[in-house]
């Protein structure tokens, strides 16, 4: 993929560019950097023109001709990654779509998003940074099995017949939304966007990590001054839901560390709801697990048991537990990262030493556990140790610090301890041995696989409400159940950053008015409009405000190429001569009131990002829009509804009609 110099073929829609060079990934933009302009549909124009290189659509897009035609232009960007000597190129695709001309006209992220009802916009821009390490694969249309370029049968969907086709012919333009992408992104010309997908290390990417990408993305959009972008986390890492893993250890879903919160839950699940489903199921204390009884310990308690014998710090809840595992997977610098989320969590650090101890109780500790080894001479378990421990010692706190920071103790005779973990029996064992024959160095510590395979068991036993395991009290059992099943039915996350303090340039010489408009002509089923941002002189007129208006809703949607400004419904007596700053000032909002002219047959299709058909949701859980979950339509009425919420409903009348018969004795 060229970079530096002049394609082959040029993009069919021409633009004067500076000549390419490659950008700094790690420093371009800057945290704070923004673009001058206050729109994003300026902003990406000028990226575009100062440092985009037109260029041909990627081989696996097929022909220029062949796949975008009219429909837009492909634009290329070059970063550097790595430091000096080692630096790799990483190219970013800038699709610019022209959505007149497009295939598809209508934005299914948009309709999961909450924003259906928007209207179209005229362009939408794709910023996508490829996999070149994987093999050029196109996606069946029938059963979207990835099969190689070279392919014209798919393996897998009716018994391997051929394509039809028109599937043919629309497959390259289908790659663009390929799940192997490394970072996809959309934004429409309003600036309301959505975060396609983020593939990391483990999704193939050899150069960037996800946070990596994921930093990267969210600087881009804060520079281009991108408005809301939105994504759907079905995120799967470590062979579990990622968004309940996260959100348990950290508060928070993986997105939330760049300002991403609930946009809206599925099945009318509402902010407050998530944030208290959060707080249920972290808090919830690790102790039900090990009641008072003689009964040998299962699986679980030594799971549990053992991350709290090797951690320096008590682990009493579950977060504290995730925290700490997932803190052991990643490196040191990742599980800071997500220690700090939680400042509360460093506490027990500093407070290890809590009894206050003198050193010479503690060298007697030590000296009992020593005493201990030397006569085992062998492995001993931590729970053996502790057994033989606990009396003589007389206080189990000192028994936990001691056997937490007895390892690489020297004896009068130089012999050492070492700590070592023994994967199969998830136990922590000890050993008083000769300085040559030391183990290798973190053997004290669980692998890599031992770790992977504690956190998916422990996700299936505590986290996921399918396979919970039971434990009492019944009561904090079941509304941890709950608030599981409430973590995983949340997929939709929003980043706001219009709502940032400072979203907008700090230009003293301009205005910034967020400008509503209301269309008197759409009556029934109405578009839902958002505010667009107007930029005008410190001497802008009314007459200058309602001409801007005009302008910009004009560009922006396709169904209002012939809308009118009327009036202002904050000010209906204002004059046109009026300037807008005494009305509103220099940072104010104004509602306006106009019509389209003529032609609303010919826009009809753009009316709606959902579509031109008409349908509605309404159903008994509280969603009252599509939230990408499974619906039926009610063959009457024809509302629509979630299957799972009909299925309880009609689950709970037949529990509710068995205690009636019961009652009545009737067989």
């Known amino acids: 993929m060229a ?15 500076a000549e390419p060079y490659l950008l700094d990934m790690r420093a371009f933009p800057g945290a704070k950097e923004r673009a001058g302009a206050a729109t994003f549909r300026a902003n990406v124009r000028g990226f575009l023109a100062r440092h985009a290189s037109p260029a041909p659509p990627p081989a696996e897009w097929g022909q220029e001709e062949a796949v975008l035609g009219d429909a837009g232009a492909v634009w290329q960007v070059g970063f550097r990654v790595g430091g000096e000597g080692e630096a790799a190129v990483v190219v970013m695709d800038v699709v610019e779509e022209d959505v007149p001309r497009a295939r598809r006209v209508h934005c299914d992220h948009c309709t999961v998003a909450g924003w259906s009802r928007h209207p179209v916009c005229g362009k939408k821009y794709h910023f996508i940074i490829r996999n070149d390490n994987m093999p050029r694969c196109k996606a069946c249309r029938r059963c979207g099995l990835m099969v190689e370029m070279f392919q014209t049968r798919c393996p897998s969907c009716s018994h391997g017949s051929g394509f039809s086709p028109d599937e043919s012919e ?7 939304d390929n799940p192997r992408h490394l970072l996809h992104g959309v934004v429409h010309e309003n600036g309301f966007g959505h975060l396609v997908r983020i593939n990391g290390h483990q999704g193939g990417s050899s150069l960037l990590t996800g946070y990596q990408l994921m930093d990267f993305w969210d600087r881009v959009c804060r520079y281009l001054r991108v408005r809301k972008v939105s994504v759907m986390d079905v995120s799967k890492k470590f062979e579990v839901d990622y968004r309940v893993l996260h959100a348990v250890a950290t508060g928070c879903s993986w997105y939330g560390q760049w ?10 699940i509402t902010s407050e709801t998530y944030c208290k489903a959060i707080e249920n199921l972290s808090s919830v204390p690790l102790s039900h697990f090990f009641p008072h009884s003689r009964s040998p310990r299962n699986q679980l308690q030594d799971t549990i048991a053992f991350y709290q014998s090797l951690s320096k710090r008590p682990l009493t809840t579950f977060r504290d537990l995730f925290l700490y595992v997932l803190g052991l997977v990643a490196n040191k610098s990742v599980h800071n990262h997500l220690v700090t989320m939680h400042k509360k969590e460093i506490v027990y650090d500093v407070n290890l030493r809590e009894g206050n101890w003198t050193d010479e109780e503690i060298k007697r500790a030590v000296d009992v556990a020593l005493k201990v080894l030397r006569a085992a001479d062998s492995w001993v378990a931590m729970r053996s140790l502790k057994a033989a421990t606990t009396h003589p010692i007389g206080s189990l706190e000192l028994v936990d610090y001691c056997l937490k920071t007895i390892s690489g103790t020297r004896t009068f005779d130089g012999m050492v301890v070492v700590v070592r973990c023994n994967s199969e029996t998830n136990t922590i064992e000890y050993r008083l041995t000769n300085e040559t024959i030391l183990p290798p160095k973190n053997v004290s510590l669980p692998t890599q696989e031992h770790l992977l395979r504690d956190i998916k068991f422990l996700y299936d036993a505590l986290l996921c409400p399918h396979t919970m395991h039971p434990y009492k009290p019944e009561q904090i059992h079941d509304q941890a159940k709950r608030s599981a099943m409430i973590l995983l039915d949340c997929k939709q996350f929003l ?3 219009d709502l940032e303090e400072d979203f907008l340039p700090q230009n003293q010489s301009v205005l910034h008015i967020w400008c509503q408009v209301e269309l008197l002509d759409q009556v029934d089923d109405p578009p839902s409009l958002p505010a667009e941002l107007l930029t005008l002189p410190q001497t802008a007129t009314v007459a200058d405000l309602k001409m801007e208006a005009m302008r910009t809703f004009r560009d922006v949607y396709l169904m209002l190429q012939s809308f009118v400004p009327n009036q202002l ?6 004059g046109a001569t009026t300037q807008v700053k ?6 104010g909002t104004v509602h306006i009131q106009g019509k389209c002219v003529g032609g609303e047959r010919r826009v009809a299709i753009y009316r709606m990002e959902r579509g031109v058909d008409k349908w509605t949701v309404n159903c008994s859980c ?26 309880k409903a009609r689950i709970q009348f037949r529990i509710e009609q068995r205690k009636i018969e019961r009652q009545l004795n009737i067989p």
């Open 3 to 17: 970079v530096h110099g002049r394609p082959t073929k040029r993009a069919r829609r021409t633009r004067v560019t």
């Open 170 to 176: 629309d497959w390259d333009y289908v790659q663009i």
């Open 259 to 268: 300002g991403f919160k609930l946009g809206s839950g599925s099945f009318g």
């Open 495 to 497: 980043n706001h950053y």
């Open 569 to 574: 419904l904050d000010c209906p007596t204002a």
């Open 582 to 587: 005494l009305l509103f000032g220099a940072k």
């Open 622 to 647: 509280g969603a009252m829009d599509d939230d990408g979950e499974r619906m039926l339509s009610c063959d009457s009425c024809h509302v629509w509804q979630h299957t799972r919420t009909k299925e």
